[in-house]
C-alpha cells in the first residue's frame, strides 16, 4: 500500500511533465485557450508536489514509529529489570538514540517512585547522559531544552543550575515553568527562587504554576501565602485562585489582610470567593460587609459565599441580593437561601415574594434544586 502511494504520486507527476512537453508542440492556440491549458498544467502540478509530499511524510513518519517501537522492544526490558533490582547489562546506546532513550526514561520515571525511580535514574548515569542532557538545555528548539530540563531535574545535575536560572528570567510560561521543577530538585532555595519570579507572572496557566507549587511541598504553599498580602494593587488575583485551588487553610490569614485594605474589585471579589470556599464562620462579618459593594461581581461572590457560611440569620440580606439588578447576583443569592432553609420554606417565600425578577429567579432555583 506505502509503495503503491508513492507510485502513484511519481505517476502523476511523470503525466503532467508528459503533459506540458506535449503541449510545447502542439500548434500555436489562441490566446484564452492557451492560458487554460497553463492553468491546467498548474494545477495537475501541484496536486502531484502534494501528493508526493504527503505521500513520503507519511512514508517518514511510519518509519520513525518502526524505529521508535524496534527502540523500545530492545530497551524496556532491560530498563523493567532494574526497576525490579536486577543488575543486568544494559544495550549499547547509540548517539543517534539518545532522544529516544530519554524520551522512554521520562515516560517511565513518570509513573515509578522510590528504589524502582532511583534504579532507573541510575541507569541513565551509565550511560553517561550527564553531559548531553546538559548540552540540550542550550538547543535552539523549544522541545528539547524542556526535555533536557526534565532530565537535569531528575539526574540532579548541580552543572544545570546556572542555566536553568537564566532560562526562568526568559519569562516564557513553558520554558520558566520546566526550569523551577528542575531547580526545585537540584537546588531547593534557588527552585524557591525561582518560584516566586513564576508566581509574579498573573497570566501564567494556572493548572501548571499549580503543579509547580505542589512540588515544592509546605515550604512553596508557605511562599504562595506570604505574596499575598505584599502582591501590586490589583496582583493578588492570581495568588488568590491559586491558594483555593490547593485548598490551604493556613493562608486564610493572608487572605483576611489582603481583603481589609484591598480596593481593586475583581481582587476583592476574589477574595469574598476564597473566604467562601475556604473560610470559618468568623469570617461571616468580613463577608457580609461587602453585600452593598458598588461592583456586581463582589455582590455575586457574597451571595455565594453565604451559602457556605451564612445562616438563618443572613436571609433578609440574601432577600435584599435576591432582588439585585443584576442576573448573577439574584442566581446566587436564591442558591444561598435554598441551602439555608431548604427547598418547602423557599417555596413559601416564593409565594410571599412581590418582586417579579426575584420570583423568576426563586422559581428557576426551585426547578433546579429543589
Known sequence: MRRSDLHLAC????????????????????????LLDDLLLFLLANIGALVLAATMVRLWREAAARRDERFRVRWEPALFSRMSGELNALPALRPGERLMFLRLWLRLLAY????????????????????????????????KRVLGMQAAGLLELKDARETLISKIAEHRPHSSLAAVRALLSIDPEKGLEGLQLVLRQPHWPSTAVLEIVNAAGPRGLELLSSMVPSALPGRAKALVRLIELTENRSALPALRERLQFSRDDEEVAALVHALGTLGDPEDRETVTSHALHANWLVRMQVASALGALGDEADIDRLLTLLRDRTWWVRYRAAQS??????????????????????????????AEGG
Open 112 to 143: 515509578i517512585r522510590h528504589e524502582a525511580a532511583t534504579a532507573v535514574v541510575q541507569a541513565a548515569r551509565e550511560l553517561q547522559l550527564c553531559s548531553y542532557v546538559l548540552r540540550l538545555l542550550q538547543s535552539r528548539s523549544d522541545w
Open 337 to 366: 437561601l435554598l441551602r439555608i432553609v431548604g427547598a418547602a420554606a423557599l417555596g413559601l417565600l416564593r409565594s410571599n415574594e412581590t418582586d417579579p425578577y426575584a420570583n423568576q429567579m426563586l422559581e428557576r432555583v426551585l
Open 11 to 34: 505517476a502523476l507527476l511523470l503525466v503532467t511533465a508528459s503533459a506540458a512537453a506535449g503541449a510545447s508542440r502542439l500548434e500555436p492556440a489562441s490566446r484564452p485557450v492557451q
